[in-house]
């Protein structure tokens, strides 16, 4: 039987780095993956992530219990997210493909001749196109609306899980959520 996160932090608070290993793979993918719907850059994900669990593991101290572990984890990567960003707003950089074009501007011809498997080559193009300007439309978000629609679409946790993370009341959530499908709409209207 697998042990609790519960019993995995209290593992982890007593010195056992086995356990605190256990919840890194737990939670890795999710991490990174929300950490990547925020900042859209691979390397940068999985830098927050990392800062992420070493944050985690210096105060597991502080982890009172009173919400999940994965909530709380939660709540640190976004800040970690946040925060990424505000520095790159601050000090922006350009690298070549900036200059040049898109990163991915050859990846949709690429990956359609990548999947054999396909039927329709046009359709798996327009899916990319269409991911593309949502991603777009996104990152054009604020932070804190940004965080929002990632931890209720792309990751699913209820409002009362998402008012946690975000250490905000439901209703500031259910606000933010509002604004952010608002904006999404208008933003991506001619895709709807």
């Known amino acids: 039987m697998e042990p609790s996160d519960g019993e995995l932090v209290r593992e982890a608070r007593r010195g056992d780095k086995e356990a605190f290993r256990e919840l890194v793979e737990r939670y ?5 993956s929300v950490a990547l719907g925020m900042v859209h850059n691979h390397d940068d994900a999985l830098e927050i992530a990392q800062e992420t669990f070493v944050k985690a593991y210096e105060n597991l101290g502080n982890f009172k219990g009173e919400s999940s572990f994965y909530t709380w ?16 707003r601050r000090h922006p950089t350009v690298g070549l493909d900036d200059r040049v074009g ?6 949709v011809y690429h990956d359609v001749l990548k999947e054999e498997g396909r039927k329709d080559p046009y359709q798996q193009a327009q899916a ?15 932070p804190d609306h940004k965080a929002v629609i990632l931890l209720r679409e792309v990751e699913g946790l209820s409002y009362d899980e998402i008012s946690r993370v975000m250490q905000c009341s439901k209703g500031t959530v259910m606000s933010r959520l509002h604004y952010a499908r608002k904006k999404l709409q208008k933003r991506l209207k001619d895709c709807l």
């Open 28 to 32: 890795q993918r999710k991490i990174v």
């Open 73 to 88: 984890l939660y709540r640190i990567v976004v800040n970690r997210a946040i925060d990424f960003r505000r520095r790159e």
């Open 128 to 142: 990319h196109e269409i991911g593309g300007r949502v991603a777009e439309a996104i990152d054009e978000l604020t």
């Open 102 to 107: 898109p990163a991915d501007s050859g990846e």
